[in-house]
Nanobody
Framework: VQLQASGGGLVQAGGSLRLSCVGS????????MAWYRQAPGKERELVAG???????KYGDSVKGRFTVSRDDAKNTAYLQMNNLKPEDTAVYYC?????????????????WGQGTQVTVSS
């Protein structure tokens, strides 16, 4: 199983971006899809997460501005980011946890995607 994130870029303050993260491989089920971010000199922090029953959780700094969603048919997580602020500048990482199939049966996975840079100019 591999994760591929995309959608980052440079945007002015107040603008919007939409990140995507696609899971590929022998995925049986994805329980949790989440987005984290890490700014220079800071620890990685949770931005948003969504379970397979559509329960969501957001970091305090993004509540009301960011929306996490998922498309299970496409094994894809989305992060819609509106009203972006310079302090949202960071590398954004997706994370998925679930179950994969192998020739030997079903096994759990818990993986990070590569980061995608989001830069918000003032």
């Amino acid at each position: 199983v591999q994760l591929q994130a995309s959608g980052g870029g440079l945007v002015q303050a107040g603008g919007s971006l939409r990140l995507s993260c696609v899971g590929s491989g022998r995925i049986f089920r994805i329980n949790v899809m989440a987005w984290y971010r890490q700014a220079p000199g800071k620890e990685r922090e949770l931005v948003a997460g969504i379970t397979n029953t559509d329960v969501t959780k957001y970091g305090d700094s993004v509540k009301g501005r960011f929306t996490v969603s998922r498309d299970d048919a496409k094994n894809t997580a989305y992060l819609q980011m509106n009203n972006l602020k310079p302090e949202d500048t960071a590398v954004y990482y997706c994370k998925m946890a679930g179950t994969q199939t192998t020739d030997s049966g079903y096994f759990p996975f818990d993986l990070w995607g590569q980061g995608t840079q989001v830069t918000v100019s003032s």
